[in-house]
């Protein structure tokens, strides 16, 4: 069992900045690939940035390249940093924990996961 909680999130005006963590806890590991996930309303859940811990590789959509950043520590938290942000980011923002080598598959795809926070909501103004 992985246990995640996301935390950052907040209201913030076109051109800003937001940071998103998530701490990782339970059976989490090295070997798990961890990413970030948004949803808003009446919208499938989307991908935004993933990172294998195997292999240092990250993944973003189309959408966000450039102007956001995905990291993970030592102590299993995953950060999403946030630059330039427009109205459309606004969503509630998942984190998400996979297993396996089938992730690299589709690392931005919510069913290569298997654990899921409880979300935090980002909303932005113009």
């Known amino acids: 069992q992985v246990q995640l909680v996301e935390s950052g999130g907040g209201s913030v005006q076109a051109g800003g900045s937001l940071r998103l963590s998530c701490a990782a806890s339970?059976?989490?590991?090295?070997?798990?690939?961890m990413g970030w996930f948004r949803q808003a309303p009446v919208k499938e859940r989307q991908g935004v940035a993933a990172v294998s811990t195997e292999s240092g590789a990250t993944y973003y959509a189309a959408s966000v390249k450039g102007r956001f950043t995905v990291s993970r520590d030592n102590s299993n938290t995953l950060w999403l940093q946030m630059n330039g942000l427009k109205p459309e980011d606004t969503a509630m923002y998942y984190c998400?924990?996979?297993?396996?080598?089938?992730?690299?598959?589709?690392?931005?795809?919510?069913?290569?996961?298997?654990?899921w926070g409880q979300g935090t909501q980002v909303t932005v103004s113009s």
């Open positions: 339970g059976s989490i590991n090295s070997r798990y690939h």
């Open positions: 998400a924990a996979a297993y396996g080598s089938s992730w690299y598959s589709g690392p931005l795809e919510p069913g290569r996961y298997s654990s």
